[in-house]
């Protein structure tokens, strides 16, 4: 299971971190993501770590703002967004999938388990 949280409304320039814990699965062995979903949209990939840490991946759009990061004691995966901008206004959900090759991290439908997701607003 995979328990989202840190979402809300934010004014355009500042930041928010989003959690995820994961229960029931080895951590190590899982690639952890964010995509996040604007209304009319469709889901879009933000962000990514592979298993063991072995790869990092972000969407161009959030390049140098947002940071992903895992504790492994925790079993949990944040993402840090710094400069918010109105266009980050979406629902975003966390992702795990086991053993994921490189080239398929920022696909969503590897995935096998979903967070539910958890609102972000950034007003202008």
């Known amino acids: 299971q995979l328990q989202a949280s840190g979402g809300g409304l934010v004014q355009a320039g500042g930041s928010l971190r989003l959690s995820c814990v994961a229960s029931g699965l080895t951590f190590r062995e899982y690639t952890m993501a964010w995509f996040r979903q604007a209304p009319g949209k469709a889901r879009e990939f933000v962000a990514g770590v592979r298993y063991s840490g072995s790869a990092l991946r972000y969407a161009d759009s959030v390049k140098g703002r947002f940071t992903i990061s895992t504790d492994n004691v925790k079993n949990t995966v944040y993402l840090q967004m710094n400069s918010l901008k109105p266009e980050d206004t979406a629902d975003y959900y966390c992702?795990?999938?086991?053993?994921?090759?490189?080239?398929?991290?920022?696909?969503?439908?590897?995935?096998?388990?979903w967070g539910q997701g958890t609102q972000v607003t950034v007003s202008s």
């Open positions: 992702a795990a999938d086991r053993w994921t090759i490189l080239s398929a991290i920022a696909n969503h439908g590897v995935y096998d388990y």
